[in-house]
């Protein structure tokens, strides 16, 4: 699309429109900001936004005489394609794109797509980290938080491209085509945005909408909403599994992972690659992180060589599952990007020990069974916070949990858990639940629970 001298509409101040406005105007458009919260310091939204030629910011709403003049509109991943105020520019044939479409729209080079429920920022990051130690020009970039839109016009034609992608950002996708996809998993999650696990399931399959057989798309094959997507996947579907031996693909055999492969001789052959005690990651979530790290790397041409070494070596991310200190014979674990039942499964059975665990927060409406019934008898103490409390509370006493505290704020409930953690315990922060009410968001929840770990046995 020629954007020269067109007015586009860029909707939310934050990371993510401010690096779109920016984009735009590099490329000769002329980008107006909006944002509908009446007391946002405009001020301060244009010294973050820096020296962009000709740009507008609007506030409240976008007076009615001004919508008919946009080319185009570019909406934050926080702002629903179905969001009322978006019809009237859907009735003009006005093109809605996001952050991830417009960047592509402008960038060289290769892409790989990661998204799935779990899994999407440590695999990412992997995957980032792998590829950046075989190709000159290495950029990880999208829901990790580093906007796609701010390093677009620095690719190149050698430049990789390893996106984390959430389902808000693939709702807005149009022509974005990535040479390597991947789906890790799909569990119900955001459901208060798509509505139906049909809608949820749609968009994170959008990631291969515009591939071809001469792309790849990882899936796991242990999830069914993945290997029923490999049926009719427009790529090359390329599985993993944790579960079972495959034909071809990267698979679990007892602690080892394997590689799977035609062979014109005899017909198959099967490669042991490296054992999972051979990782500093933890639970098996990770393992499957990896497995799909590998595949991926793979299908982007790295030497098996690099991707081994660079997975022994590499650490957790922050907030996931991360090992935070040891105090008074009890290790504290920050996972609090476990903003969801499933992904708060994978914190709880990564744990070895007795836990105090943490949980509540924002309600997205999610369902609670599947985690309470993963404590597996490890849960010394569940500490509730935030708006979902009652409601968990509620559902593990009819699983059986009897020692649930309730908190009225993050630093009450961490002192809790001080409290009743044992030498030889472990205290989680895995709060199945967003953070939004308490936090702005889960980087900050995560940062406080370091905080206070640090100042234990402190005056």
């Not at 809605?96 to 899994?119: D, K, Q």
């Not at 509540?360 to 500490?383: C, H, T």
Request: hydrophobic letters at 40%; aromatic letters at 6%; glycine letters at 8%.
């Amino acid at each position: 699309m020629d954007l020269q001298n067109k007015r586009v509409l860029v909707v939310g101040t934050g990371k993510s429109g401010i690096g779109a406005a920016r984009l735009l105007g590099a490329v000769g458009a002329v980008p107006v900001l909006f944002d509908s919260n009446d007391k946002l310091d405009v001020e301060k939204v244009r010294e973050r936004a820096g020296e962009i030629p000709g740009l507008e910011i609007l506030t409240v709403s976008v007076p009615e005489q001004e919508q008919k003049a946009f080319s185009l509109v570019v909406i934050s991943p926080g702002v629903a394609i179905d969001a009322p105020f978006l019809e009237q520019y859907k009735k003009n044939n006005v093109p809605i794109w996001g952050e991830i479409e417009l960047a592509g729209a402008f960038s060289r080079g290769r892409i790989v797509a990661i998204t799935g429920t779990n899994g999407k920022t440590t695999t990412t990051t992997l995957v980032g980290e792998i590829l950046s130690a075989v190709f000159p020009s290495v950029y990880v970039v999208g829901n990790i938080g580093n906007p796609y839109t701010e390093i677009a016009l620095e690719t190149k034609d050698d430049t990789v491209i390893v996106a984390e992608i959430s389902s808000f950002q693939l709702e807005t996708i149009h022509a974005f085509r990535p040479a390597v996809s991947a789906i890790l998993n799909v569990t119900p999650d955001h459901l208060d945005r798509h509505h139906t696990m049909a809608c949820y399931v749609q968009a994170k399959e959008s990631i291969a909408r515009n591939q071809t057989d001469a792309d790849v798309c990882v899936l796991n094959f242990e999830d069914p909403y993945a290997r029923d997507f490999g049926s009719r996947c427009p790529a090359r579907p390329v599985f993993f599994s944790s579960g079972r031996e495959l034909e071809e693909g990267i698979f679990l055999r007892g602690e080892r992972i394997c590689l799977a492969a035609a062979d014109g001789q005899n017909g198959r052959k099967v490669t042991e690659l490296m054992g999972t005690g051979d990782m500093n990651l933890v639970g098996m979530c990770n393992v499957e992180n990896v497995m799909a790290a590998i595949a991926i790397c793979l299908a982007m041409g790295a030497p098996m060589e690099i991707i081994l070494r660079t997975i022994r070596s590499f650490k957790a991310v922050e907030h996931r599952i991360e090992f935070v200190a040891s105090r008074n014979g009890v290790d504290y674990y920050n996972d609090s990007k476990g903003t969801n039942p499933e992904a708060a499964i994978q914190g709880i059975r990564a744990m070895t020990r007795p836990t105090v665990l943490i949980g509540g927060g924002y309600d997205k409406q999610s369902e609670y069974d599947a985690w309470i019934e993963a404590f597996d008898g490890k849960v010394r103490a569940l500490v509730l916070i935030g708006q979902t409390r009652e409601k968990i509370a509620a559902c593990a006493r009819a699983h059986g949990i009897e020692n649930i505290i309730l908190a009225d704020s993050f630093e009450q409930a961490f002192a809790v858990c001080v409290e009743q953690a044992r030498p030889g315990d472990a205290v989680l922060l895995s709060p199945a639940c967003a953070s939004w009410g308490m936090f702005p968001n889960y980087e900050a929840r995560g940062k406080l629970f370091k905080e206070l770990v640090e100042k234990i046995g402190v005056s």
